[in-house]
C-alpha cells in the first residue's frame, strides 16, 4: 500500500505529479535541487489548484488539504520513510542514471522506485539501481492534471508484484493505466512526435506556413492544437530529445530530427518556456516566427 511518495525534480512534469498524488490523499515529498525551483513549483500546484476550484472541479478544503499534504525538501533525508520515489528530471538519461543510481541504499527495501521520462529505455535505467524488480516506467501526460493517460512500462526485470502496485494507484489518481512495452519512446511519443516532427519538415521545405500548418491539422484532422504549437508546449528540446532516441534507438532514418529543430534548440528558441519557439510568446497573441 503506497501511502508516502517522493517526487525528484519540481518542474513542469514533477509538480504536477505532486500535485496530482496530493488531492489523492498521498503524503508527497517534492525534492529539487535549489529552494528556487521549490517555491516556483509549489506556486505553480498552488495556482492549478486555484483554477481547479474556480472550475467546480476541487473544493477549497481539499485544496488546502492537498497542499498541506506536499512537503519541500532539499535533502534525501524523506527516502527513509517512502513507499514510493518519482524520478522526474530532464528528459537526459545521464541525468536520470545519476538521480537513480544513489537512492537504494536510502529506501525501505520494499520500496519501489518509478521513471517519469517519455522515451529512455526502463531497462537501462532500471540496471543502474539496487532493485531491477521493483522499478518500472510510469510515464505521465503534460499537464499532468488534466491528462487522463499514464503509460506503464516493465523493464525486463519489473516483477509483476510492482506492476499491479502502480497500476492500481494510477487508478486511485483518477488516471487511466496504459500498458506499453519497453521500446524506444513507447506508444504515445513513438506516434506523436514523429508527427510533429514531420511538421517541421513541412515547415522546413517551404510547404507550408506556421500558421498554415497549424490550422491545416487543427481544422483538417480536428486536433485541438497545432503540430508546431504543440511541440512549442512540450519544448522543442524535449522533442528532440525524445526524436534522438527514436533514431539512434531504432536505426531508421524515418526517424531523423529535422535539422530546423536542432537549429531552433542550438539558438535556444526551445518553444513556451523561453518565450520563443515556432510562435514569439512575447507578445499579447502569440505569433509565428517564419
Partial sequence: MIKKVGVIGAGQ???????????????VFLKDISQDQLDKGLKVIEENMQRQVARGKLDEGDMLAALGRISPVLDDTYLSEIDLVIEAATENEEIKKAILAPLGPQLKPE???????????????????????????????????????????????????????????????GK???????????????????MINEAIYTLYEGVGSV?????????????????????????????????????????????????????????????QKTGRGFYDYTTDVPTPTR
Fill in 13 to 27: 512534469m514533477g509538480n504536477g505529479i505532486a500535485h496530482v498524488m496530493a488531492i489523492a490523499g498521498l503524503d
Fill in 211 to 271: 500558421q498554415a500548418i497549424d490550422s491545416g491539422m487543427r481544422l483538417g484532422a480536428n486536433h485541438p492544437m497545432g503540430p508546431l504549437q504543440l511541440a512549442d508546449f512540450i519544448g522543442l528540446d524535449v522533442c528532440l530529445s525524445i526524436m534522438q532516441v527514436l533514431y539512434e534507438g531504432l536505426a531508421d532514418t524515418k526517424y531523423r530530427p529535422c535539422p530546423l529543430l536542432v537549429k531552433y534548440v542550438e539558438a535556444g528558441w526551445l518553444g
Fill in 111 to 173: 520500496a519501489i522506485i518509478a521513471t517519469n521520462t517519455s522515451s529512455i529505455s526502463v531497462t537501462r535505467l532500471a540496471a543502474v539501481t539496487d532493485r531491477p524488480a521493483q522499478f518500472m516506467g510510469m510515464h505521465f501526460m503534460n499537464p499532468v492534471p488534466v491528462m487522463k493517460l499514464v503509460e506503464l512500462i516493465r523493464g525486463i526485470a519489473t516483477s509483476e508484484e510492482t506492476f499491479s502496485i502502480i497500476r492500481e494507484l494510477t487508478a486511485k489518481l
Fill in 176 to 194: 487511466t493505466p496504459t500498458p506499453a512495452e519497453d521500446f524506444p519512446a513507447f506508444i504515445v511519443n513513438r506516434i506523436l512526435l514523429p
